[in-house]
Protein backbone atom coordinates (compact mmCIF):
# COMPACT_ATOMS: atom_id res chain seq x y z
CA UNK A 1 0.00 0.00 0.00
CA UNK A 2 2.88 2.31 -0.18
CA UNK A 3 3.48 4.99 -3.35
CA UNK A 4 6.49 7.39 -3.56
CA UNK A 5 5.35 10.53 -2.88
CA UNK A 6 6.94 12.25 -5.75
CA UNK A 7 5.84 12.73 -9.57
CA UNK A 8 2.32 11.59 -8.73
CA UNK A 9 -1.09 13.09 -8.52
CA UNK A 10 -3.17 13.18 -6.12
CA UNK A 11 -6.68 12.24 -7.34
CA UNK A 12 -9.14 12.47 -4.35
CA UNK A 13 -8.49 12.74 -0.47
CA UNK A 14 -11.13 10.82 1.57
CA UNK A 15 -10.36 8.17 3.46
CA UNK A 16 -7.76 7.38 1.55
CA UNK A 17 -5.80 8.93 -1.48
CA UNK A 18 -5.33 7.79 -4.76
CA UNK A 19 -2.44 8.15 -6.54
CA UNK A 20 -2.74 7.84 -10.18
CA UNK A 21 1.44 6.53 -11.89
CA UNK A 22 0.25 6.12 -15.45
CA UNK A 23 -2.89 4.22 -15.17
CA UNK A 24 -1.92 2.70 -11.99
CA UNK A 25 -4.19 3.70 -8.86
CA UNK A 26 -2.14 2.90 -5.51
CA UNK A 27 -3.97 3.43 -2.81
CA UNK A 28 -2.46 4.79 0.61
CA UNK A 29 -3.49 3.91 3.86
CA UNK A 30 -4.02 5.85 6.96
CA UNK A 31 -3.04 5.02 10.00
CA UNK A 32 -3.15 5.77 13.30
CA UNK A 33 0.44 5.96 15.40
CA UNK A 34 0.45 6.53 18.96
CA UNK A 35 3.93 6.43 21.08
CA UNK A 36 3.86 6.31 24.63
CA UNK A 37 5.74 8.09 27.18
CA UNK A 38 8.90 5.48 26.76
CA UNK A 39 8.84 5.49 23.30
CA UNK A 40 9.35 9.62 23.54
CA UNK A 41 11.69 9.38 26.84
CA UNK A 42 14.73 10.82 25.56
CA UNK A 43 16.10 12.50 22.44
CA UNK A 44 17.27 9.17 20.67
CA UNK A 45 13.53 7.24 20.97
CA UNK A 46 12.20 10.69 19.46
CA UNK A 47 14.42 10.31 16.89
CA UNK A 48 13.28 7.01 16.34
CA UNK A 49 9.93 7.91 16.32
CA UNK A 50 10.53 10.44 13.59
CA UNK A 51 12.03 7.43 11.44
CA UNK A 52 9.47 5.12 11.83
CA UNK A 53 6.42 8.05 11.25
CA UNK A 54 7.96 8.76 7.95
CA UNK A 55 6.66 5.20 6.62
CA UNK A 56 5.18 6.77 2.97
CA UNK A 57 1.60 6.19 4.65
CA UNK A 58 -0.91 9.15 5.79
CA UNK A 59 -0.12 8.85 9.45
CA UNK A 60 -1.62 10.59 11.93
CA UNK A 61 0.69 10.74 14.99
CA UNK A 62 -0.41 10.77 19.29
CA UNK A 63 2.29 11.48 21.53
CA UNK A 64 2.48 10.90 25.01
CA UNK A 65 4.04 13.32 27.29
CA UNK A 66 7.92 11.96 27.95
CA UNK A 67 7.93 9.39 30.37
CA UNK A 68 8.23 10.58 33.83
CA UNK A 69 6.85 14.31 33.20
CA UNK A 70 3.19 13.68 33.90
CA UNK A 71 4.23 12.24 37.58
CA UNK A 72 6.22 14.97 38.25
CA UNK A 73 3.25 17.40 36.94
CA UNK A 74 0.81 15.97 39.93
CA UNK A 75 4.22 16.28 42.12
CA UNK A 76 4.59 20.33 41.56
CA UNK A 77 0.33 20.38 41.44
CA UNK A 78 0.76 18.95 45.07
CA UNK A 79 3.31 21.35 46.27
CA UNK A 80 0.60 23.84 44.01
CA UNK A 81 -2.24 23.08 46.37
CA UNK A 82 -0.51 23.28 49.36
CA UNK A 83 0.85 26.70 48.44
CA UNK A 84 4.75 26.07 48.93
CA UNK A 85 6.03 27.41 45.99
CA UNK A 86 9.49 26.66 47.01
CA UNK A 87 8.63 23.02 46.52
CA UNK A 88 6.70 23.45 43.13
CA UNK A 89 9.77 25.49 42.18
CA UNK A 90 12.28 23.29 42.98
CA UNK A 91 10.78 20.41 40.60
CA UNK A 92 9.60 23.00 37.67
CA UNK A 93 13.41 24.43 37.81
CA UNK A 94 14.82 20.78 37.56
CA UNK A 95 12.05 19.50 35.40
CA UNK A 96 12.59 22.32 32.70
CA UNK A 97 16.39 21.84 32.76
CA UNK A 98 16.01 17.99 31.79
CA UNK A 99 14.09 19.55 28.62
CA UNK A 100 16.93 21.90 27.60
CA UNK A 101 19.37 18.90 27.57
CA UNK A 102 16.45 16.59 25.31
CA UNK A 103 16.73 20.25 23.27
CA UNK A 104 20.46 20.10 23.15
CA UNK A 105 20.76 16.37 22.15
CA UNK A 106 17.67 16.70 19.69
CA UNK A 107 17.89 19.62 17.43
CA UNK A 108 21.10 20.77 15.51
CA UNK A 109 19.90 24.52 14.04
CA UNK A 110 20.49 27.54 16.22
CA UNK A 111 16.85 28.36 14.38
CA UNK A 112 15.07 25.30 15.89
CA UNK A 113 16.86 25.39 19.06
CA UNK A 114 15.55 28.69 19.81
CA UNK A 115 12.71 28.37 18.71
CA UNK A 116 12.31 25.13 21.32
CA UNK A 117 13.97 26.71 24.10
CA UNK A 118 11.92 29.97 23.61
CA UNK A 119 8.62 27.40 23.93
CA UNK A 120 9.61 25.69 27.09
CA UNK A 121 10.40 28.99 28.85
CA UNK A 122 6.99 30.30 27.77
CA UNK A 123 5.47 26.95 29.46
CA UNK A 124 7.75 26.97 32.53
CA UNK A 125 7.01 30.73 33.21
CA UNK A 126 3.51 29.98 32.72
CA UNK A 127 3.32 27.05 35.32
CA UNK A 128 5.84 29.01 37.42
CA UNK A 129 2.51 31.73 37.48
CA UNK A 130 0.56 29.31 39.62
CA UNK A 131 2.76 29.83 42.78
CA UNK A 132 0.96 31.33 45.49
CA UNK A 133 -2.30 31.64 44.23
CA UNK A 134 -5.26 29.36 45.51
CA UNK A 135 -5.05 25.97 43.21
CA UNK A 136 -7.98 24.20 41.91
CA UNK A 137 -8.38 20.82 40.22
CA UNK A 138 -9.58 22.74 37.15
CA UNK A 139 -5.62 24.48 37.36
CA UNK A 140 -4.14 20.93 38.02
CA UNK A 141 -5.67 19.89 35.17
CA UNK A 142 -4.35 22.47 32.97
CA UNK A 143 -0.75 21.89 34.81
CA UNK A 144 -1.28 18.02 33.61
CA UNK A 145 -1.44 19.12 30.36
CA UNK A 146 1.95 20.79 29.54
CA UNK A 147 3.68 17.20 29.37
CA UNK A 148 1.84 16.14 26.27
CA UNK A 149 1.79 19.81 25.03
CA UNK A 150 5.89 19.87 25.45
CA UNK A 151 6.73 16.22 24.03
CA UNK A 152 4.68 17.10 20.89
CA UNK A 153 6.32 20.54 20.57
CA UNK A 154 9.78 19.27 20.56
CA UNK A 155 8.93 16.48 17.94
CA UNK A 156 7.27 18.74 15.44
CA UNK A 157 10.14 20.97 15.54
CA UNK A 158 12.32 17.98 15.22
CA UNK A 159 10.59 16.88 12.25
CA UNK A 160 10.05 20.73 10.63
CA UNK A 161 14.32 20.65 11.21
CA UNK A 162 14.52 17.56 9.26
CA UNK A 163 11.95 19.03 6.12
CA UNK A 164 9.68 16.66 6.70
CA UNK A 165 6.11 18.18 5.71
CA UNK A 166 3.76 17.69 8.92
CA UNK A 167 1.38 19.83 11.02
CA UNK A 168 0.81 19.97 14.56
CA UNK A 169 -2.56 19.54 15.42
CA UNK A 170 -3.97 20.93 18.96
CA UNK A 171 -5.93 18.00 20.53
CA UNK A 172 -7.97 20.67 22.19
CA UNK A 173 -9.20 21.93 19.11
CA UNK A 174 -11.33 18.68 18.62
CA UNK A 175 -10.97 16.06 21.30
CA UNK A 176 -13.85 17.13 24.15
CA UNK A 177 -15.85 15.32 25.97
CA UNK A 178 -19.59 15.23 27.58
CA UNK A 179 -21.33 15.67 30.74
CA UNK A 180 -20.88 11.96 31.57
CA UNK A 181 -16.67 12.51 30.78
CA UNK A 182 -17.36 10.12 27.35
CA UNK A 183 -16.18 11.22 24.06
CA UNK A 184 -18.12 13.48 22.18
CA UNK A 185 -18.41 12.61 19.11
CA UNK A 186 -20.41 14.82 17.13
CA UNK A 187 -18.52 17.45 18.05
CA UNK A 188 -14.99 15.45 17.98
CA UNK A 189 -16.27 14.27 14.43
CA UNK A 190 -16.78 18.03 13.22
CA UNK A 191 -14.32 19.27 14.08
CA UNK A 192 -11.90 16.85 13.39
CA UNK A 193 -13.25 16.49 9.43
CA UNK A 194 -13.19 20.09 9.27
CA UNK A 195 -9.32 20.49 10.59
CA UNK A 196 -8.28 17.46 8.39
CA UNK A 197 -10.00 19.30 5.42
CA UNK A 198 -7.90 22.64 6.27
CA UNK A 199 -5.08 20.73 6.46
CA UNK A 200 -4.81 17.92 3.56
CA UNK A 201 -1.77 19.26 1.65
CA UNK A 202 0.13 17.02 4.07
CA UNK A 203 0.15 13.07 5.17
CA UNK A 204 1.68 13.34 8.48
CA UNK A 205 -0.26 15.15 11.43
CA UNK A 206 1.15 14.95 14.85
CA UNK A 207 -1.42 16.10 18.32
CA UNK A 208 -1.36 15.21 22.09
CA UNK A 209 -2.77 12.10 23.48
CA UNK A 210 -4.45 12.20 26.71
CA UNK A 211 -5.83 15.99 26.81
CA UNK A 212 -9.09 17.22 25.94
CA UNK A 213 -11.61 19.70 26.93
CA UNK A 214 -14.86 18.84 28.72
CA UNK A 215 -18.02 19.90 28.40
CA UNK A 216 -17.50 23.73 30.43
CA UNK A 217 -14.91 23.83 27.66
CA UNK A 218 -12.38 23.89 30.54
CA UNK A 219 -8.85 21.78 30.19
CA UNK A 220 -9.49 17.79 31.24
CA UNK A 221 -7.61 14.69 30.23
CA UNK A 222 -8.75 11.25 29.44
CA UNK A 223 -7.37 9.65 33.05
CA UNK A 224 -3.55 7.98 33.43
CA UNK A 225 -2.56 6.50 30.50
CA UNK A 226 -5.71 7.91 27.89
CA UNK A 227 -3.72 8.88 25.44
CA UNK A 228 -4.33 5.39 23.95
CA UNK A 229 -7.83 6.55 23.85
CA UNK A 230 -7.13 9.45 22.12
CA UNK A 231 -5.71 7.06 19.60
CA UNK A 232 -8.51 5.28 19.31
CA UNK A 233 -10.98 8.11 19.11
CA UNK A 234 -9.23 9.47 16.51
CA UNK A 235 -8.83 6.45 14.50
CA UNK A 236 -12.21 5.68 15.05
CA UNK A 237 -13.60 8.83 13.90
CA UNK A 238 -11.18 9.22 10.63
CA UNK A 239 -11.81 5.59 9.90
CA UNK A 240 -8.62 4.91 9.62
CA UNK A 241 -6.73 1.35 8.34
CA UNK A 242 -5.18 0.41 11.64
CA UNK A 243 -4.21 2.20 14.98
CA UNK A 244 -0.58 1.08 15.97
CA UNK A 245 0.03 1.21 19.78
CA UNK A 246 4.08 1.72 20.34
CA UNK A 247 5.32 0.99 23.71
CA UNK A 248 7.88 -0.50 24.96
CA UNK A 249 7.10 -4.55 24.61
CA UNK A 250 6.39 -6.67 21.83
CA UNK A 251 2.57 -6.96 21.84
CA UNK A 252 0.51 -8.28 24.53
CA UNK A 253 2.39 -10.91 26.53
CA UNK A 254 0.33 -13.78 27.89
CA UNK A 255 1.56 -13.38 31.84
CA UNK A 256 2.04 -9.77 33.46
CA UNK A 257 6.12 -9.44 32.44
CA UNK A 258 7.07 -7.26 35.67
CA UNK A 259 5.84 -10.56 37.78
CA UNK A 260 6.74 -13.35 35.60
CA UNK A 261 9.79 -14.22 33.93
CA UNK A 262 9.99 -15.46 30.03
CA UNK A 263 6.31 -14.32 29.21
CA UNK A 264 5.98 -14.44 25.45
CA UNK A 265 3.78 -11.73 22.98
CA UNK A 266 0.49 -13.37 21.83
CA UNK A 267 0.16 -12.70 17.71
CA UNK A 268 -3.57 -12.23 17.71
CA UNK A 269 -6.19 -11.07 20.26
CA UNK A 270 -9.77 -10.66 19.64
CA UNK A 271 -11.06 -7.35 20.62
CA UNK A 272 -13.38 -8.81 23.33
CA UNK A 273 -9.95 -10.54 24.41
CA UNK A 274 -7.91 -7.44 24.54
CA UNK A 275 -10.32 -5.38 26.38
CA UNK A 276 -10.80 -8.03 29.19
CA UNK A 277 -6.98 -8.41 29.41
CA UNK A 278 -6.74 -4.54 29.25
CA UNK A 279 -9.37 -3.95 31.94
CA UNK A 280 -8.41 -6.58 34.43
CA UNK A 281 -4.67 -5.13 34.43
CA UNK A 282 -2.55 -5.57 31.32
CA UNK A 283 -0.96 -2.06 31.22
CA UNK A 284 0.19 -2.00 28.06
CA UNK A 285 -3.17 -1.11 26.84
CA UNK A 286 -5.71 1.39 28.63
CA UNK A 287 -9.01 -0.46 28.71
CA UNK A 288 -11.05 2.31 27.15
CA UNK A 289 -9.38 2.69 23.97
CA UNK A 290 -10.67 -1.07 22.55
CA UNK A 291 -14.20 -0.14 22.22
CA UNK A 292 -13.89 2.92 19.59
CA UNK A 293 -12.01 0.35 17.63
CA UNK A 294 -14.02 -2.61 17.83
CA UNK A 295 -17.19 -1.03 17.11
CA UNK A 296 -15.53 0.43 14.12
CA UNK A 297 -14.46 -3.10 13.14
CA UNK A 298 -10.55 -1.01 12.65
CA UNK A 299 -7.79 -3.79 13.52
CA UNK A 300 -5.36 -2.43 16.93
CA UNK A 301 -1.30 -3.43 16.86
CA UNK A 302 0.53 -3.39 19.64
CA UNK A 303 4.17 -2.76 18.58
CA UNK A 304 7.25 -2.05 19.86
CA UNK A 305 9.25 0.96 19.56
CA UNK A 306 12.69 -0.70 20.60
CA UNK A 307 11.89 -3.36 18.52
CA UNK A 308 9.69 -2.16 15.42
CA UNK A 309 10.23 -5.20 13.07
CA UNK A 310 8.69 -7.59 15.83
CA UNK A 311 5.44 -8.70 15.16
CA UNK A 312 3.81 -7.72 18.44
CA UNK A 313 -0.10 -8.24 18.80
CA UNK A 314 -2.93 -7.60 15.93
CA UNK A 315 -6.48 -6.78 17.74
CA UNK A 316 -9.32 -7.65 15.39
CA UNK A 317 -12.48 -9.16 15.04
CA UNK A 318 -10.76 -12.64 14.69
CA UNK A 319 -10.74 -15.43 17.28
CA UNK A 320 -8.58 -18.07 17.70
CA UNK A 321 -10.92 -20.65 18.67
CA UNK A 322 -10.01 -23.35 21.25
CA UNK A 323 -7.01 -20.98 22.62
CA UNK A 324 -6.41 -19.82 25.84
CA UNK A 325 -3.97 -16.61 25.18
CA UNK A 326 -2.74 -14.77 28.40
CA UNK A 327 -3.21 -13.75 32.03
CA UNK A 328 -3.64 -10.61 33.67
CA UNK A 329 -4.07 -9.67 37.16
CA UNK A 330 -5.81 -6.19 38.72
CA UNK A 331 -4.76 -5.07 41.85
CA UNK A 332 -6.44 -3.36 45.03
CA UNK A 333 -10.03 -4.42 44.38
CA UNK A 334 -12.09 -5.04 47.17
CA UNK A 335 -14.76 -7.43 47.79
CA UNK A 336 -18.00 -7.01 49.69
CA UNK A 337 -20.35 -9.51 51.42
CA UNK A 338 -23.97 -8.90 51.95
CA UNK A 339 -25.70 -11.75 53.87
CA UNK A 340 -29.24 -11.16 53.17
CA UNK A 341 -31.38 -10.58 56.63
CA UNK A 342 -34.25 -12.37 54.89
CA UNK A 343 -34.35 -14.72 51.97
CA UNK A 344 -32.12 -14.05 49.09
CA UNK A 345 -34.53 -15.39 46.54
CA UNK A 346 -37.20 -12.54 48.02
CA UNK A 347 -37.49 -10.53 44.55
CA UNK A 348 -36.02 -7.52 44.85
CA UNK A 349 -32.90 -8.09 46.76
CA UNK A 350 -30.34 -8.00 43.54
CA UNK A 351 -32.24 -4.97 42.61
CA UNK A 352 -31.62 -3.50 45.73
CA UNK A 353 -28.05 -4.24 46.25
CA UNK A 354 -27.15 -2.56 43.11
CA UNK A 355 -29.28 0.40 43.09
CA UNK A 356 -27.03 1.01 45.96
CA UNK A 357 -23.80 0.79 43.98
CA UNK A 358 -25.58 2.94 41.14
CA UNK A 359 -26.51 5.51 43.34
CA UNK A 360 -22.95 6.09 44.77
CA UNK A 361 -21.77 5.44 40.82
CA UNK A 362 -19.61 2.74 41.86
CA UNK A 363 -19.24 -0.34 39.23
CA UNK A 364 -19.16 -3.45 40.02
CA UNK A 365 -16.36 -6.17 38.58
CA UNK A 366 -17.20 -9.70 39.88
CA UNK A 367 -20.50 -11.05 41.23
CA UNK A 368 -21.09 -14.17 42.95
CA UNK A 369 -24.30 -15.31 44.40
CA UNK A 370 -25.67 -18.23 46.93
CA UNK A 371 -28.95 -18.80 48.14
CA UNK A 372 -28.07 -16.63 51.53
CA UNK A 373 -25.85 -13.60 50.16
CA UNK A 374 -24.15 -12.27 47.01
CA UNK A 375 -20.37 -10.95 47.23
CA UNK A 376 -19.23 -8.12 44.63
CA UNK A 377 -15.89 -6.21 43.85
CA UNK A 378 -15.18 -3.18 43.56
CA UNK A 379 -11.81 -0.94 42.61
CA UNK A 380 -13.10 2.48 43.34
CA UNK A 381 -13.18 2.99 47.21
CA UNK A 382 -14.07 6.79 47.45
CA UNK A 383 -17.72 6.11 48.11
CA UNK A 384 -16.70 2.49 50.28
CA UNK A 385 -18.61 4.24 53.79
CA UNK A 386 -21.72 5.25 52.28
CA UNK A 387 -21.93 2.02 50.29
CA UNK A 388 -21.65 -0.41 53.06
CA UNK A 389 -23.98 1.98 55.17
CA UNK A 390 -26.80 1.46 52.98
CA UNK A 391 -25.67 -2.36 52.42
CA UNK A 392 -26.29 -2.60 56.27
CA UNK A 393 -30.07 -2.27 55.99
CA UNK A 394 -30.40 -4.93 53.92
CA UNK A 395 -28.53 -7.20 55.44
CA UNK A 396 -24.95 -8.40 57.22
CA UNK A 397 -21.98 -7.10 55.27
CA UNK A 398 -18.57 -7.65 55.45
CA UNK A 399 -15.49 -6.40 54.13
CA UNK A 400 -12.43 -7.93 52.46
CA UNK A 401 -9.65 -5.47 51.24
CA UNK A 402 -6.11 -6.27 49.22
CA UNK A 403 -7.81 -8.78 46.95
CA UNK A 404 -6.76 -8.86 43.38
CA UNK A 405 -8.76 -10.63 40.50
CA UNK A 406 -6.66 -12.74 38.39
CA UNK A 407 -8.29 -13.19 34.85
CA UNK A 408 -7.33 -16.13 32.32
CA UNK A 409 -8.50 -14.64 28.92
CA UNK A 410 -9.22 -17.18 25.96
CA UNK A 411 -11.77 -18.93 23.94
CA UNK A 412 -13.75 -20.26 27.07
CA UNK A 413 -16.79 -21.30 25.21
CA UNK A 414 -19.06 -24.08 27.28
CA UNK A 415 -18.23 -26.49 24.88
CA UNK A 416 -14.50 -26.01 24.57
CA UNK A 417 -14.21 -29.06 27.36
CA UNK A 418 -10.85 -29.29 29.28
CA UNK A 419 -9.55 -25.62 29.77
CA UNK A 420 -11.90 -24.86 33.46
CA UNK A 421 -10.16 -27.60 34.89
CA UNK A 422 -6.73 -27.11 33.77
CA UNK A 423 -7.49 -23.44 35.53
CA UNK A 424 -9.00 -24.51 38.39
CA UNK A 425 -6.13 -27.23 38.71
CA UNK A 426 -3.16 -24.65 38.13
CA UNK A 427 -4.25 -22.48 41.61
CA UNK A 428 -5.84 -25.59 43.42
CA UNK A 429 -3.17 -24.67 46.36
CA UNK A 430 -4.30 -21.05 46.58
CA UNK A 431 -6.88 -20.15 48.57
CA UNK A 432 -9.79 -18.73 46.27
CA UNK A 433 -12.09 -15.83 47.55
CA UNK A 434 -14.30 -15.52 44.51
CA UNK A 435 -14.83 -17.61 40.78
CA UNK A 436 -16.34 -15.90 38.14
CA UNK A 437 -17.33 -17.73 34.76
CA UNK A 438 -19.61 -18.04 32.09
CA UNK A 439 -20.39 -13.96 32.14
CA UNK A 440 -18.57 -14.40 29.20
CA UNK A 441 -16.87 -16.53 26.62
CA UNK A 442 -13.91 -15.03 26.90
CA UNK A 443 -12.79 -15.22 30.19
CA UNK A 444 -12.50 -16.84 34.13
CA UNK A 445 -11.69 -15.23 36.76
CA UNK A 446 -10.84 -15.16 40.05
CA UNK A 447 -10.50 -13.48 43.48
CA UNK A 448 -7.25 -13.94 45.57
CA UNK A 449 -5.35 -11.99 48.53
CA UNK A 450 -2.77 -9.99 47.10
CA UNK A 451 0.16 -12.62 49.03
CA UNK A 452 -1.02 -15.06 46.39
CA UNK A 453 -0.50 -13.05 43.47
CA UNK A 454 2.74 -13.64 41.87
CA UNK A 455 2.58 -17.29 42.92
CA UNK A 456 -0.82 -17.83 40.97
CA UNK A 457 0.53 -15.77 37.75
CA UNK A 458 3.77 -18.10 37.84
CA UNK A 459 1.74 -21.11 38.58
CA UNK A 460 -1.02 -20.23 35.22
CA UNK A 461 1.91 -19.63 33.25
CA UNK A 462 3.35 -22.80 33.82
CA UNK A 463 0.27 -24.88 33.82
CA UNK A 464 -1.40 -22.80 30.74
CA UNK A 465 1.90 -21.85 28.82
P1 LIG B 1 3.28 3.42 27.37
O1 LIG B 1 3.98 4.39 28.23
O2 LIG B 1 3.93 3.18 26.05
O3 LIG B 1 1.81 3.71 27.25
P2 LIG B 1 2.75 1.42 29.39
O4 LIG B 1 3.72 1.48 30.51
O5 LIG B 1 1.41 2.04 29.61
O6 LIG B 1 3.44 2.01 28.08
O7 LIG B 1 2.52 -0.09 28.94
C1 LIG B 1 3.60 -0.93 28.65
C2 LIG B 1 3.95 -1.79 29.84
O8 LIG B 1 2.84 -2.62 30.17
C3 LIG B 1 5.06 -2.75 29.61
O9 LIG B 1 6.31 -2.15 29.83
C4 LIG B 1 4.75 -3.88 30.60
O10 LIG B 1 5.55 -3.79 31.74
C5 LIG B 1 3.31 -3.63 31.03
N1 LIG B 1 2.47 -4.82 30.90
C6 LIG B 1 1.63 -5.30 31.84
N2 LIG B 1 1.01 -6.41 31.44
C7 LIG B 1 1.46 -6.66 30.18
C8 LIG B 1 1.20 -7.68 29.23
N3 LIG B 1 0.34 -8.68 29.46
N4 LIG B 1 1.86 -7.63 28.06
C9 LIG B 1 2.74 -6.63 27.79
N5 LIG B 1 3.02 -5.64 28.65
C10 LIG B 1 2.40 -5.64 29.84
N1 LIG C 1 0.94 11.18 30.06
C1 LIG C 1 -0.26 10.54 30.55
C2 LIG C 1 0.10 9.56 31.67
O1 LIG C 1 1.26 9.44 32.02
C3 LIG C 1 -1.06 9.87 29.47
C4 LIG C 1 -0.39 8.69 28.77
O2 LIG C 1 0.83 8.52 28.87
O3 LIG C 1 -1.11 7.96 28.10
O4 LIG C 1 -0.78 8.96 32.21
MG1 LIG D 1 0.14 3.24 28.45
Known amino acids: MKAKREAINVLY ?53 MSGTTNKLIEIS ?17 LENSYLRVISELLNSE ?22 KVFTLADEKVILAQGELISTHLFYYHLCELGVKCRLLSALDFVKTDRYGDPDYPYITEALTRIMAENNDVSLW ?11 NEIDNLLRGGSDYTASIIGSVLKVDEIQIWTDIDGMHNNDPRYVDGTRPVPQLHFDEAAELAYFGAKILHPTCVLPAKLNNIPVRLLNTMDPAARGTLISNYMEVGKIQAVSAKDQV ?32 IITTSEVGVSVTIENRKHLEEIVDDLKKLGTVTIDDDLVIICVVGDMA ?12 ALKSVPLRMISYGGSNYNVSFVIRAEDKQRSLELLSQELF
Request: with cysteine; proline share 1%; glycine share 8%.
Open 414 to 425: SDNIGFQPKVVN
Open 13 to 65: FGKFEYFCISNNIILIAMKVMKFGGTSVGTAVRIKSVGELVCDGERNFVVLSA
Open 78 to 94: GYLYKQNNTGSLEILNQ
Open 206 to 216: ITQGFICLNCY
Open 334 to 365: TAIKVKSSRKLNSHGFLRKVFEIFELYQTPID
Open 111 to 132: EYKQKATAYIKERFDFMRSYGN
